[in-house]
């Protein structure tokens, strides 16, 4: 029997408490041994909960219980968190989580303190909810070069955007479903303003490449300032808007990667990626394009692969899951100015801009919509730098011109 606890018993933690109990049976067969959960760590009370006596309060309780193996963190955020799972590590306790804030911040220290331990530090539930993709990337695809890795990461701001584009919903009434469907991190800010979505490609970047990618080095936009009027140009001109998160490497050595919604035409495998699904599209020198999809969010998506990761490692308690990257370097990650890409620009003026739009961008692609609101045009640039067009979009502001918005355009 492994005697196991579980820290948090939100969403994420009720859901591995429940499939570790509904499923006790199948687990057993497939770990080749009875898990047992020991101790649920919350500050809350929950009477009449079936698991009731499970309950405590205190974390020493858990780090001195030498028959406590593996240690589940899916509290999120990352103080506590980081410092609850460096004591367990430190103190032979194998940790899985499903905290993509402390993996994105700590990952290259804290699997640095597993290693040293012999020890399993396992976070498959940090990207994607219940799409097998930390695996894939660090086993089923080890042969290949990692070219490109774009994906649907965020479950809460794809449910948005589909609303939007195909309900019309206000972006207030659909974010307050996606919380009420418990997709929505506890300060939904991280996920609107694109941080969540951040965190996981900083993941998926630091596996890939071998090198921890931290947040605060990743422009990231989020999905806030996205209205009904750029979902709509979209459709017009053959898409929709996503928010993507994207990283590839680049000859030199470093990393390309950026967070922001972009224009996918409709053809792309990810412009059809809806509700609170994820798609994640990573694309290898031998294998070509591989996509991953399926509920990036959720109860019961999330536990799955949690309680998966508590299976490895109870079958790997004598040896490692190879997981790793190393710290990373203040000049590891491209600025995005420098990046490639086309632009969707939407303007008001009280004047016709064509000609300063044509003088300054060439050969720019207008689009135009049913609603559109006197004085309003729409147009997408050819690729350039982006710093090009941000300097081109600063003269025709300086023009007179009212820019509205900007969206990228994706190649994918
Ligand atoms: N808030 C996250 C999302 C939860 O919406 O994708 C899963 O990480």
């Known amino acids: 029997m492994v005697q196991i606890a579980v820290m948090g018993y939100g969403t994420v933690g009720s ?26 760590l919350d500050l809350r009370d929950f009477p009449g909960s079936p698991f009731e006596s499970k309950f405590i309060k205190s974390f020493d309780t858990i780090l ?27 103190n032979g306790k194998s940790v899985v989580t499903s905290n ?32 097998p993709i930390i695996r894939p990337i660090s086993q089923c695809l080890a042969a290949n070069e ?3 890795i774009a994906g649907i990461l965020n479950g809460t ?17 659909a974010l307050a479903l996606a919380q009420k469907l418990g997709y929505a991190e506890r300060n939904p800010a991280a996920d609107i303003e694109g941080a969540d979505a951040c965190r996981k490609i900083c ?51 470093k990393v390309q990667i950026i967070v922001c919604p972009m224009f996918l035409p409709r053809e ?22 591989v996509v991953f999809y399926g509920k990036g969010a959720g109860k019961l998506p999330t536990a799955s692969a949690v309680v998966a990761d508590v299976i490895d490692c109870v079958k790997h308690f004598k040896a490692r899951k190879y997981l790793y990257w190393d710290d990373g370097a203040p000049d ?23 000609g300063k739009v044509k003088e300054l961008f060439g050969t720019a692609e207008q689009i135009t919509r049913k609603h559109a609101e006197p004085g309003e045009a729409a147009f997408v640039t050819p690729v350039m730098k982006e710093k090009d067009i941000v300097e081109r979009i600063a003269r025709l502001s300086e023009s007179g011109v009212e820019i509205l918005n900007t969206i990228r355009i994706g190649d994918l």
């Open 15 to 40: 859901g591995v408490v429940e499939v570790l109990t509904k499923h006790a049976d199948s687990i057993a067969v497939r770990a080749k041994e009875q898990i047992n959960i020991k101790y649920i």
């Open 64 to 90: 001195n219980d030498p028959e406590v193996r593996i240690v589940v963190e899916v509290m999120g955020g990352l103080h506590p968190a980081y410092d609850y799972v460096k004591m367990c590590l430190e």
């Open 100 to 131: 993509k804030e402390l993996v994105a911040a700590k990952g290259a220290e804290l699997l640095k303190i597993a290693q040293r331990n012999n020890l399993n530090f396992l976070f498959e539930a940090s990207v994607g909810g219940g799409i």
């Open 146 to 148: 990692v070219v490109e």
């Open 157 to 173: 701001t794809n449910f948005i955007l589909t609303k939007m584009i195909r309900e019309k919903m206000g972006f207030d009434e």
């Open 203 to 253: 993941i998926l970047a630091s596996l890939a490449y071998g090198k921890h990618v931290y947040p605060e080095q990743v422009h990231t936009e989020g999905i806030t300032k996205i209205t009904l009027r750029d979902v709509e140009y979209a459709a017009a001109w053959g898409g929709v808007v996503k928010l993507i998160g994207m990283v590839k490497r680049v000859p030199s050595g």
């Open 268 to 289: 792309s495998q990810l412009a059809n990626v809806d509700d609170v699904f994820n798609g994640i599209m990573v694309r290898g020198d031998s294998t070509g394009d």
């Open 332 to 354: 590891y990650v491209e600025d995005y100015l420098e990046n490639e890409t086309a632009m969707y620009i939407c303007l008001k003026s009280e004047s016709d801009v064509s």
